[in-house]
């Protein structure tokens, strides 16, 4: 299995080889057929399965909202083209506001970094069909990564252990989506990213080594959730020290040899006499 990861394998991606992603930047969103099916997908998951949202409401079968036309938008597909996740990063000009400020409410010392250096992350859903373990999450995070995972094991798909399903235990379209977001966060020099989002979730991420830190308190929006901060210059210092393969990963830089036997090697030694 090393030495498939040496020289590529039959992998499109280390990292998530199952999927392909792509973006949707702002600028005539709802117009697009990629919109198209990203407005099904949530309608589906948001309207028919949680039922966040009335389906009488949206009788074209899509869920639209005034943000996505400033917002960029994430897509994951499996091998067969079929959708399977999205997310977005809204965008705000300085007399509009992000989507977390119409329900929640921030810390009185919290102080909002310039807004042209911000984006708020929301919308991440993952199809149902992928979340077909028990345990896990609405985004497509299995149970033993939402307990015992870290930056650490999230390793190429030819280290992981011979047995296991296809879907591993690395949430690979979350991955996928955050990179898109990311890629996109770095070219329009945005630094900071706003979520609200349960407190399960910002754990999960936390297990991933991107540390959201909450800005205010808890507040019922679809359930309780707590709106909260990312530095992204935190984010890459804390993978550097965490995990350099992930942190080259999201930078689109090449995975070198050294960093891949490093990689397996810190991975032996983090499962030695583990079942």
């Known amino acids: 299995m ?37 407005a099904a997908l949530r309608y589906e998951v948001y309207c028919l399965e949680c039922r966040y949202l009335n389906p009488e ?8 909202d005034d943000y996505d036309e400033r917002s960029v938008h994430a897509a994951a597909h499996n091998a067969d083209r079929l959708m399977v ?24 010392d919290f102080v909002f970094p ?21 345990g896990d999450s609405m985004q497509g995070i299995t149970k033993e990564f939402q307990e015992r995972g870290s930056p650490g094991a999230i390793v190429p798909a030819t280290q992981r252990k011979p047995g296991r ?4 235990n690395s949430p690979e379209i979350l991955l996928g989506l955050y990179r898109e977001i990311f890629r996109f966060s770095r070219q329009a020099g945005i630094r900071y990213w706003f979520a609200a989002m349960e407190q399960p979730l910002a754990r ?3 297990r991933m080594g991107f540390d959201f830190n909450p800005i205010g308190p808890e507040t019922d929006y679809y359930g309780p959730v707590t709106p909260f901060m990312a530095d992204l210059e935190e984010l890459l210092a804390n993978l550097q020290q965490q995990n350099p393969l992930l942190l080259a990963w999201f930078n689109d830089r090449s995975i070198s040899p050294w960093l891949l036997f490093s990689t397996w090697m810190k991975m032996k030694f983090a499962t030695a006499g583990k079942p």
């Open 85 to 108: 996740g999205t997310m977005r990063l809204v965008q705000a000009a300085a007399d509009q506001r992000y989507p977390f400020e119409e329900h929640c409410t921030v810390f009185d």
């Open 2 to 38: 090393l030495i498939e990861a040496l020289v590529g394998g039959k992998h499109r991606d280390l990292l998530a080889p199952h999927f392909s992603f792509e973006q949707l930047r702002p600028g005539n969103v709802v117009e697009t057929d990629l919109f198209r099916q990203i």
């Open 114 to 134: 310039p807004r042209e250096q911000c984006g708020e992350v929301s919308r991440l859903v993952v199809l149902k069909s992928f979340r077909r373990r028990p």
């Open 165 to 168: 399903e296809r879907r591993s």
């Open 57 to 64: 409401d949206y009788p074209r079968q899509v869920e639209i």
């Open 204 to 206: 999960s991420l936390s």
